[in-house]
């Protein structure tokens, strides 16, 4: 029998660090001289997560941490034995943390075990920072002011850093903090933790915090206002339909104001996102719409507010559709907390008109609003209205209009949600009900999902179901099918031998099934897994999957334009399927993808894909993404193949200068793109980038367009 609890006492509550005001000047210079530190109190005998949660770490971190009126300062110094190298990627930004020799601070300066904030730095100084939401996610994407530096010694490095109170959200008067910290070390594969984890979660869950405990009340950071103007040159050319140079010259910015500790104003004119990095491009065998994350900064803090309500394939709110045919003049986001219970977000986006395509200027606005319950889960309302500005369709009867694009005046989503979590995070899960509104559509609009997952150190053990109505139009989300019914069960269980080189293995089993209305099967896939993971971190996985579809429209197996298959036909097949992952403390690292079975038609398909990485660290880090699928299908397609190759290249001379180079060849969707971006941070949070965009048709080779754009911004505190 399961049991937990949604309101019993935080797990580690016992855990504590008594953090004191310094009145005497600390320097981030890795050396841990001041009176401060003399006086700070220390937290050691961190317990070992990884490979097995059941002692203390066999490596000794010490931990202290201080503060003045403008900083929160922290240390840590992490011992280790003097045989080897670090490992570590290079010096970039926001590295993976698996991969990587590291420490990081996660705080929750809410205490509400759910958002919250992580900093740190692997051992050669490359720095770390995200916001924390749904108990334990992480979002690199947010960037922030704050330094740090990490100095080596022959027995140890020692990061130091000053987090500015202007930089993180939190709630005033609350001296009690959720906290905790965590270091990788591969050389000894070691994961450990300040306050303990279990080993299947994350080091990063906020439910199994310590508490951080404050003289008095976290000083108020006072006016908190920043601007983030930058300005802009470029020049482009359309090779391929023979256009002259179109030159850019472009001002606009950001502007951040701190209505409270834990709310902040967000401010936009004219934003300008050329300096995110491309898209990784993926070979497109499915049927339905494929997703791409955000990467844009603005949509970026407390955006899980808007973009994780529902689930990954019933987002209700998906910022990516707001710019993507038409230039952004300007938006506002009001986000943070309004308490310890409440959460409010609010977004307004306006959009310009696109005369070439006759689509109209569109406002996107949306508030979300959360509370809540218990020890960890909360109750979530949403709110999209997507409005044409400005706009009348045009007549299809009037001669001449036939050819224009009619658009919608508005589409409108309303949406509510249970998340559970226990309190112990052993069950999660959620109950997600939406209603779409659009012009001249009613009934069939409705959405309704829910899941229920127990994470134990041996059981993972989910049920998923999701029901989307034919009528549902979620127009700024991403809904990428309607019309079904969806089941999905999943069981996983570990077996931990208590010796030799396997750290533990064990069963996947999982079967997704579709319905139409009428409870018509229509898909099935089946897949029976079984993982081993070795105490290095290497891993192998072997898998049987089954496949059946009936295929609701007309469908090209290539997705090429060819012919296609009929709607109605039926589809069986099974693969199988191999997975290999290298140790990650290898200074050549490599995973490996197959998959043979058969496909559409009575068909095969043959796919593999590969990863492989070298680093001479921690300056460059080279890495080659590949994969090929191999169709053998009857006439008209006959025998498909399509390569995709991705190599690239992070050559990283400082902690604050990138160069980065990354090509792209396509053979299914006939391109190759080069992206090269050079980006300076001068200062934190400002940065200079210099990026130059190349697409070409591979056969016969020709330009398709070129782009290069030079890009400056600064974060300037009032």
């Excluded at 059981?459 to 999701?466: C, G, K």
Aim: proline residues 5%.
């Amino acid at each position: 029998m399961i049991c937990f609890s949604l309101s019993a006492q935080k797990k580690n509550r016992n855990y504590q660090l008594h953090i004191h005001e310094t009145f005497s000047p600390i320097k981030i210079d890795g050396i841990v001289d001041e009176a401060g530190w003399q006086e700070a109190e220390t937290a050691t005998n961190f317990f070992m997560v990884l490979p097995m949660d059941t002692s203390f770490a066999e490596l000794r971190t010490d931990v202290k941490m201080t503060y003045d009126k403008e900083n929160l300062y922290l240390v840590a110094i992490c011992y280790h034995d003097s045989s080897g190298p670090y490992m570590v990627e290079s010096l970039k930004r926001d590295f993976s943390f698996l991969k990587n020799d590291n420490f990081l601070l996660f705080m929750d300066p809410f205490d509400d075990q759910t958002n919250g904030f992580t900093f740190g730095a692997n051992a050669a100084g490359a720095q770390w920072d995200g916001t924390m939401y749904e108990g334990g996610k992480v979002d690199l994407s947010w960037d922030n002011k704050w330094i740090s530096v990490v100095k080596n010694y022959s027995d140890k490095y020692i990061f130091e850093a000053a987090i500015p109170f202007k930089s993180i959200r939190y709630k005033k008067g609350i001296k009690e903090w959720g906290i905790n910290f965590s270091r990788n070390d591969l050389k000894s594969k070691e994961k450990s933790s300040w306050a303990p984890v279990p080993r299947q979660f994350p080091t990063a869950s906020l439910a199994y915090t310590g508490i951080l405990v404050w003289d008095q009340s976290p000083p108020d950071p006072g006016a908190n206002v920043s601007l983030i103007p930058y300005a802009l040159g470029g020049i482009s050319k359309d090779y391929q339909n023979k256009t002259n140079n179109v030159y850019r010259h472009e001002i606009g910015g950001d502007a951040k104001i701190g209505i409270t500790s834990s709310l902040n104003l967000d401010l936009t004119v004219n934003p300008d996102f050329s300096q995110v990095d491309v898209d990784q491009q993926v070979v497109n065998l499915s049927r339905f719409e494929l997703f791409f994350p955000e990467k844009r900064q603005f949509f970026l803090e407390n955006g899980d507010q808007f973009s994780n309500f529902g689930y990954a394939t019933i987002r209700p709110f998906f910022s990516r559709r707001i710019g993507l045919d038409a230039p952004i003049q300007f938006g506002a986001r009001l986000s943070g907390k309004l308490d310890k219970n409440w959460r409010l977000g609010v977004l307004d986006m306006q959009t310009g008109a696109v005369d070439s395509i006759g689509l109209p200027a569109e406002n996107f606005a949306t508030i979300a609003l959360q509370r809540k319950i218990f020890a960890r889960s909360n109750i979530g309302f949403i709110f999209i209205n997507k409005q044409a500005t400005g706009y009348s369709p045009p007549s299809q009867t009037q001669p001449g209009d036939s050819a224009k694009p009619v658009y919608p005046l508005f589409n409108r989503t309303a949406g509510l949600e249970f998340n559970l979590a226990s309190s112990n995070n052993l069950v999660t899960g959620k109950l997600l009900l939406l209603k779409s509104f659009s012009p001249h559509v009613t009934g069939n609009d409705w959405t309704q999902a829910g899941n229920i997952l127990y994470s134990s150190r041996k059981w993972n053990l989910l049920f998923q179901y999701e029901y989307v109505g034919k009528n549902y139009n979620a127009e700024a989300g991403y809904v990428p099918r309607r019309d079904y019914i969806k089941g999905n069960p999943q069981i996983i269980r570990f077996f931990f031998p208590k010796g030799g080189s396997v750290l533990s293995h064990g069963p996947q089993l999982s079967s997704t099934y579709y319905f139409n209305s009428a409870f018509h099967q229509t898909d099935n896939e089946s897949v029976f897994a079984y993982l081993v993971t070795f105490r290095d971190r290497s891993t192998i996985t072997g898998l049987v999957m089954h496949d059946y579809v009936e295929l609701l429209q007309p469908f090209d197996p290539t997705n090429t334009g060819k012919d296609t298959l009929a709607r109605g036909s039926k589809h069986n097949f099974n693969t199988l399927g191999l997975d290999i992952a290298s140790k990650p403390q290898s200074l050549f690292t490599y995973t490996l993808s197959l998959r043979y079975g058969g496909y559409y038609a009575n068909g095969n398909k043959l796919t593999i894909a590969a990863t492989m990485g070298y680093r001479f660290q921690p300056f460059v880090s080279i890495q080659v993404a590949a994969s090929y699928n191999n169709l053998l299908l009857p006439q008209p397609w006959g025998n498909t193949n399509f390569w995709l190759v991705g190599p690239r290249i992070d050559l990283t001379l400082t902690n604050t200068l990138f160069f980065t180079t990354y090509v792209q060849y396509n053979q299914q969707g006939n391109n190759m793109n080069i992206n090269t971006r050079f980006q300076w941070r001068y200062k934190p949070a400002s940065d200079l980038f210099l990026v130059y965009t190349d697409n070409y048709l591979p056969s016969p080779f020709s330009v398709r367009n070129r782009a290069i754009v030079l890009k400056f911004n600064y974060w300037w505190n009032l």
